[in-house]
């Protein structure tokens, strides 16, 4: 093994580079990682990158992709030595699989430090789909039989890796990954790939499904606009025109508005592109189909996480997803397989997607049959439960509350799972400055509930008086509001 100063001071044989391939270099690379930026290593080593041998190549980015591994110094080193457009520049000129999997590794390890996020977006992220997503995911396969010579599958794990970390950067981002040619594409040709395959639980998979949950964050408010001008005109296509029923005009136009809100909305277009993926009834199939399938708790996670980003908005796009993903795909009992069995972070984020669902009243029959049990269910005794964070207990009670809302029957429902004793244990929680999110969430249903008179009865045969619903606590959180 050479010792690191060899290699800043040039002399690097061929001999010297195959030797630094064989061994294991990173252990030493790490403890040298200091003095690599105190001896100005990085800017020594850079220019190796371009070198015309390939060994030496391959050599030099596996020394830079080991020095930057958790040295923020070095990262920030390559940054200002325009390492960011050195290494995307000789990854879309190389052809050589082992230099590619170092550089895309290296990559990676520079994408995780936060203030390079932006820079390295604008440097290497059509590269990274031209060189790497496209002829790894075999969207294009057949068609160019030199770049399917670049399919690897570790560069991909490497590529998707680092494209994860900068779908989180923010707006600017997330923008320029939905108008980057090819790039969603590729990402959902892989896990369609995966899907069919039966092979859902691969590292590479998760990473392609998290970098489309962060995509699809804010979908509706960021959307271009010539986007959102066609999906509207395409709702009002698809929506039934209003007809009188005989002499009954106006029933029958309630009728008729009624049918029209119950129809999924969602077009079935054959072949999206781009950012059309991120609402396309193909998309929201796979990530059922991943919730079904995957048993990898982060992958669950992301698909439900996309699906809870895209119902988020209130528009007529988000409308039409929310029936789609509910009636036409009927979706509910995927959700409710994650309640019941997934992880806590997989619970979590699934009562935020029925929450949004929970928003309308068409689905709450739905709702109701399919997963109320299990929302009930995840209701602690009260407001203390240190596994169930106080927003989460919030948002189990924001749904109950749309669901009785909406229909004494489904009030009564509430009732009958036996979840009062709970609500009204948690509406009294306290922060020490006032109720909590889930204790005001909570004094707000029980009011909810009581406005069912209907069911008066019922909740004093259950040992219930009207002063557990309405009392001074109660008032003020609906009061508040």
Not at 289 to 298: I, T, Y
Not at 310 to 328: C, D, H, K, L, Y
Request: glycine share 6%.
């Amino acid at each position: 093994m050479h010792d690191i100063a060899e290699v800043i001071d040039y002399r690097i044989t061929l001999s010297e580079c195959d030797g630094w391939c064989r061994f294991s270099v990173r252990r030493s690379i790490i403890r040298s990682c200091l003095q690599v930026y105190y001896l100005r290593g990085i800017r020594k080593l850079l220019p190796l990158l371009s070198s015309d041998n390939e060994e030496v190549q391959c050599a030099a980015a596996g020394a830079l992709r080991n020095v930057v591994y958790q040295s923020s110094e070095n990262k920030m080193e390559v940054k200002e030595n325009s390492g960011l457009a050195t290494v995307s520049r000789v990854l879309k000129s190389s052809r050589n699989l082992e230099t590619r999997r170092e550089l895309t590794g290296l990559l990676w390890n520079l994408s995780s430090h936060d203030l390079l996020k932006e820079c390295l977006t604008r440097e290497a992220l059509l590269v990274l789909t031209q060189s790497v997503l496209v002829p790894s995911s075999g969207i294009f396969e057949g068609e160019n039989p030199k770049d399917e010579l670049l399919a690897d599958a570790d560069a991909f794990h490497n590529a998707t890796g680092c494209l994860r970390n900068l779908s989180s950067a923010g707006p600017d981002g997330r923008k320029a990954m939905r108008e980057c040619e090819n790039f969603i594409d590729s990402l959902v040709y892989y896990i369609r790939g995966a899907v069919a395959d039966y092979k859902t639980n691969d590292k590479s998979t998760e990473n392609c499904v998290c970098i489309l949950h962060n995509l699809s964050y804010q979908i509706e408010a960021e959307l271009p606009h010539k986007y959102s001008v066609d999906l509207r005109q395409s709702q009002q296509n698809l929506s039934p025109k209003e007809k009188s029923v005989g002499c009954f005009a106006y029933r029958g136009a309630k009728i008729t508005e009624h049918l029209a809100r119950k129809c999924p909305l969602l077009e079935e277009k054959a072949n999206p592109r781009g950012i059309e993926w991120l609402w396309s009834s193909i998309t929201i199939r796979m990530y059922l189909s991943l919730m079904a399938r995957s048993v990898r708790h982060q992958t669950q996670e992301a698909a439900i996480g996309a699906l809870q980003n895209i119902t988020a908005g209130n528009g007529p796009m988000t409308e039409a997803i929310v029936f789609s993903i509910v009636q036409r795909e009927n979706g509910l009992q995927h959700v409710r397989k994650m309640l019941e069995d997934g992880e806590r972070n997989v619970k979590r984020t699934a009562i935020s997607l029925i929450k949004n669902l929970s928003r309308y009243r068409e689905l709450h029959p739905d709702i109701v049959k399919q997963v109320l049990p299990e929302v009930v269910g995840m209701l602690p005794n009260d407001d203390t439960a240190t596994d169930l964070p106080t927003e989460v207990t919030a948002s189990l009670c924001h749904i109950l509350n749309n669901l009785s809302q909406s229909d004494t029957q489904h009030a009564k429902a509430v009732l009958n799972q036996g979840a009062l004793r709970q609500i009204i244990n948690i509406s009294s929680k306290d922060s020490g400055y006032g109720p909590t999110r889930a204790g005001q969430a909570a004094c707000v249903l029980l009011h909810t509930l009581w406005k069912q008179s209907d069911l008066h009865g019922a909740y004093k045969k259950c040992g219930y008086r009207k002063g557990d619903f309405v009392n001074a606590r109660t008032t003020k959180a609906v009061n508040s509001r």
